[in-house]
């Protein structure tokens, strides 16, 4: 993906440009092409996983930032409770598709300078019947819709 503009990078952090904007959450518009309104959720997340790496104390960071401690699950309004923080840093080495006729994959190994690093966050959730990860793109674009995005 030539336009994929995750940096993810956890523990460097010589972005200025990426830091102290107090505006980002404004950019998020429902009238944005989907493909356009996932790279902005991506970017958004990007900051909100720096954040939380960067935080003193992580616990205020998601009550600052609005992440509920408790979520309804099966057993009522209150069923899940928030006891993990996930982040799972990935590096895309190639990609992999259908041939066209073919059984096979066409596969494409990228070199080096076109691999792109991502890391994602999951907000996991626990009850005495369930367990659920709550990816962190999906709680912001919930955000951004409550807010009349």
Do not use: C
Request: overall charge negative; hydrophobic content about 35%; proline content about 7%.
């Amino acid at each position: 993906m030539p336009h994929d503009i995750v940096n993810g990078h956890i523990g460097h952090h010589h972005h200025p440009h990426d830091h102290n904007h107090p505006h980002d959450h404004d950019h998020l518009h429902s009238h944005l092409p989907p493909e356009d309104e996932a790279a902005e959720l991506q970017v958004l997340a990007t900051q909100f996983i720096d954040g939380f790496v960067q935080a003193a104390d992580k616990t205020a960071y998601l009550r600052l930032t609005g992440v509920p401690f408790e979520r309804p699950g099966a057993g009522g309004a209150k069923a899940l409770k928030l006891v993990d923080v996930e982040l799972k840093t990935e590096w895309q080495v190639g990609t992999a598709s259908p041939s066209f006729g073919s059984r096979e994959l066409s596969y494409l190994p990228f070199p080096g300078e076109m691999v792109s690093e991502r890391t994602n966050m999951a907000l996991v959730y626990v009850s005495m019947e369930e367990k659920t990860l709550w990816d962190i793109r999906q709680f912001l674009r919930e955000r951004m819709a409550g807010q009349g995005g």
